[in-house]
């Protein structure tokens, strides 16, 4: 998963034809920790996808554009506009992140 550092870069992964999954999260989350426990296999499972990761913290007016107000969650973006968001009360398993995907991508 590609770390994104600025909000030039992030404008630049997301408008790209194809969609790109956003993991948004800060380092002193516990809810972030856990689903650090079980992304990496759904990330292989999801491999058709470019997968990259926002620090909530680092980038806050990402964050607040995109209605992200809990972390972790997962933004699904194509041609530059957000079109799925796992909030993160619906983001506590790898099943309630599998069945996310499927049914947003």
Request: aromatic letters at 10%; hydrophobic letters at 35%.
């Amino acid at each position: 998963m590609e770390s994104i550092q600025t909000k030039e870069n992030f404008q630049n992964v997301i408008e790209g034809e194809q969609p790109v999954i956003v993991k948004f999260q800060a380092d002193w989350c516990p809810d972030c920790r856990r689903m650090d426990l079980f992304i990496n296999d759904i990330v292989n499972e999801f491999n058709g996808y470019k997968w990259y990761d926002v620090n909530r913290d680092e980038l806050p007016e990402i964050a607040e554009e995109y209605e992200v107000m809990g972390i972790p969650s997962l933004l699904i973006f194509q041609g530059g506009r957000k079109t799925a968001h796992l909030h993160s009360a619906d983001a506590k398993t790898p099943e309630e992140v599998e069945e996310f995907l499927q049914r947003s991508l």
